[in-house]
């Protein structure tokens, strides 16, 4: 595979596997969402839903804190 991109090989290919240890993939009130575990709470990395109705919903951005 060739990639032509100004990007820099080290963010491109992230070599760090302990990076995704923490994130995984969960179904939180019918929304499939990519978090990152914190110490008791999960920060919400990307929406991957396919409903437009998801990405508006502003419980669901970004950043956000979900609790346990």
Avoid: C, W
Wanted: charged fraction near 20%; proline fraction near 7%; hydrophobic fraction near 40%.
């Amino acid at each position: 595979m060739i990639l032509y991109t100004i990007i820099p090989q080290e963010a491109v290919f992230a070599t760090d596997p302990e990076v995704y240890a923490s994130q995984m993939m969960i179904d939180y009130e019918g929304v499939p969402l990519m978090v990152q575990k914190e110490e008791e709470n999960y920060r919400v990395l990307r929406v991957m839903s396919s409903d437009p109705s998801h990405f508006l919903d502003n419980r669901f951005s970004p950043g956000m804190i979900l609790g346990n």
